[in-house]
């Protein structure tokens, strides 16, 4: 019985680059042109089907942020988080292979098209961020309670949310699917910011992520939740005018946005339901 290339083996002595491209199709790739993380992921398609390559990219790039050693020690913890929970939005990983330039993720490959773009073509009715927000908003509703849904998991198992945006977000519009990738830098437990201005799109961002020495949690979570239906259902304020749900859904919203973080839900559970309560309020005749 043939061996799978990605599925069927854990370390490879060449390069990403090379390995992949000796054993199948590389028929996309995600590098610096694309993102500036330093990662470099591949569209692979072998015999057996597509799939979704993500490595840490160059040790010698000297350009990124992170440097190799740190972007590798994040695959690790995207690896823990991945393992940690099941929902549905999370694409499979299948297979890590050790390589000369660190681990190789293979993923499931997903379609869809990535709700973030560049902040010059944000306005673009033809951007696939407006493309998004112009559809009925029972359908955006519906990507959201996914979105809640994951969090509301993922806080239960101890993980905080760091760097969460419409960057993470892959949208199947055809089929009306959400996909939610790039969570490597959750996590596990409350935490102290150490760094100031962390990691993410200022649109998403909580107050205390731009901090040092503040306190990261649950509430943090809560808000950036918030921040996402702002983002997605409204026009990115917390007005109520452009909101694109009902009084009940708008008070969830800004309840969860407030700059002061003790008048807030005090946990992801406590924002779901009332997020829950007031979308099935919505739904009553």
Request: proline share 6%; charged share 25%; net charge negative.
């Amino acid at each position: 019985m043939n061996r799978h290339p990605l599925l069927d083996v854990e370390n490879i002595e060449q390069t990403p680059d090379v390995y992949l491209n000796s054993v199948g199709n590389v028929f996309a790739v995600f590098d610096e042109r694309s993102q500036d993380s330093g990662n470099i992921s591949y569209g692979v398609q072998t015999a057996q089907g597509r799939y979704f390559v993500k490595t840490a990219g160059n040790p010698d790039d000297p350009n990124p942020f992170l440097s190799h050693s740190e972007r590798v020690s994040l695959f690790r913890n995207a690896v823990r988080l991945r393992r940690s929970c099941d929902h549905p939005t999370l694409p499979s990983l299948y297979q890590v292979v050790e390589s000369p330039h660190g681990p190789l993720l293979v993923y499931q490959w997903v379609e869809g098209e990535l709700l973030r773009v560049e902040a010059a073509m944000r306005d673009d009715p033809r951007s696939t961020f407006q493309r998004f927000r112009r559809l009925p908003s029972h359908e955006i509703i519906r990507a959201l309670n996914l979105v809640y849904e994951l969090h509301h998991q993922l806080a239960q198992l101890g993980w905080i949310a760091v760097d969460f945006y419409d960057g993470c977000l892959i949208y199947d519009f055809p089929c009306r699917k959400l996909h939610i990738v790039d969570l490597d830098h959750y996590c596990e437990g409350p935490f102290i910011n150490r760094m100031g201005r962390m990691f993410g799109s200022s649109r998403f961002m909580a107050p205390e992520e731009f901090e040092r020495d503040a306190h990261i949690d649950e509430r943090t979570t809560v808000f950036t939740m918030g921040r996402t239906a702002a983002v997605l259902l409204s026009n990115g304020t917390l007005e109520h005018r452009p909101f694109r749900g009902s009084d009940a859904l708008y008070e969830v919203v800004r309840r969860a946005c407030d700059s002061d973080r003790e008048k807030r839900y005090d946990s992801m559970a406590a924002f779901f339901a009332a997020w829950q309560d007031a979308h099935i309020g919505e739904s009553t005749p």
